[in-house]
């Protein structure tokens, strides 16, 4: 070794003993995750949000910290996921209201009537349909770690009980900010009004609409019984939840944390669906009680809804792969 390299040798000896100190501190530094969400914490999504928490919180020793912001504290579900988008956010659980916006390709999930029942919904969600396109949301600057489920649509209003199309004719629906939803609406006759979750309840109450549409989770969650007076059991759409990280996040993990996220969003989805199943079965009692006047549609009359929607169904066949709306319903 020449004088000038034994001279050298205790400073890069220091440099990579500061290098490795570095590391081990950025190893056990605590990074919070501002996690926002539309709905109560004792929703599914808060139920969802408290699982993923509790997995990555043991899992990293507490390395990852959750911070919650409910019922749209951080604005809706738009907004929050541009928030993602800008890294000023870094999860959230959301609906599928404006996910197609982001990724066109999700919108097929929300096609009427496409699923014939929970079961389903998750078998192709969870397979080679479903999986492909959370990986598309890469090409939009987002992590979707999987898809969480909210349960079937029905339709809830003030003006009148519901058994056939003419029913929705002319109701100011409050529909999501959700193309496909929209036409079908439209196509029903209906006056659907396009309009974030946060101002869905003051509108309600001051009658600029007269309904909207959820699952049996958020109607119960978002007491709407206290501003609806009609349920009608339509089951119209699926109606599913995708849990989202930012890629700033993503980025700054180590490939063991994302797989800590990763399997914990499985966890929390896990949880999500347990509230659904619940929900499905002791939410109608529970509406019940609470005063609502509830009617379910029957086979024919869905049947009747089906037919009616028949043009908003060749658009939908113009927009999406045919031979995938067909794998989605072969699937067993
Ligand atoms: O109707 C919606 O916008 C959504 O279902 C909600 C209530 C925000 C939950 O994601």
């Not at 390395?63 to 907004?79: D, I, K, Q, V």
């Amino acid at each position: 070794m020449t004088i000038f390299a034994r001279k050298l040798a205790p400073v890069a000896a220091l440099a990579t003993a500061i290098g490795l100190l570095g590391w081990a501190a950025a190893a056990n530094a605590q990074q919070e995750v501002k996690i926002g969400y539309a709905l109560a914490p004792t929703s599914h999504y808060g139920v969802a949000a408290e699982k993923w928490q509790e997995v990555v919180e043991a899992k990293t020793d507490g390395r990852y910290t959750f911070r919650h912001f409910p019922s749209s504290g951080l604005g809706g579900e738009r907004e929050v996921i541009e928030g993602l988008q800008l890294g000023t956010v870094e999860a959230t659980i959301v609906s599928s209201g404006t996910l197609s916006n982001f990724v066109p390709e999700t919108g097929i999930f929300d096609i009427p009537f496409l699923f014939r029942d929970l079961t389903h919904a998750r078998k192709v969600l969870d397979g080679e349909v479903g999986q492909a396109i959370l990986a598309k949301f890469g090409d939009v600057g987002l992590v979707a770690l999987a898809w969480g489920e909210q349960g079937f649509r029905h339709i809830t209003n003030n003006r009148n009980a519901i058994a056939d199309p003419q029913d929705v004719s002319g109701l100011k629906l409050r529909t999501m900010e959700n193309p496909i939803h929209i036409t079908a609406f439209e196509t029903l006759g209906a006056a659907p009004t396009p309009m974030a979750w946060p101002e869905v309840i003051s509108s309600l109450q001051q009658g600029t609409i007269d309904g909207q549409e959820n699952p049996l989770s958020v109607i119960t969650s978002a007491k709407l019984s206290e501003v609806q007076k009609y349920l009608t059991l339509s089951g119209h759409v699926y109606s599913p939840a995708m849990l989202l990280v930012s890629r700033q996040l993503w980025e700054s993990m180590t490939p063991e944390d994302q797989q800590i996220f990763k399997d914990a969003a499985g966890e929390a989805v896990a949880a999500m669906r347990a509230y659904v199943d619940n929900v499905e079965t002791s939410g109608v009692e529970q509406l019940k009680t609470e005063g609502m006047e509830i009617s379910t549609l029957s086979a024919e009359e869905k049947a009747g809804f089906q037919k009616a929607l028949a043009p908003a169904y060749e658009k939908y066949y113009g927009q999406y792969d045919k031979a995938t709306i067909d794998q989605i319903i072969a699937t067993e």
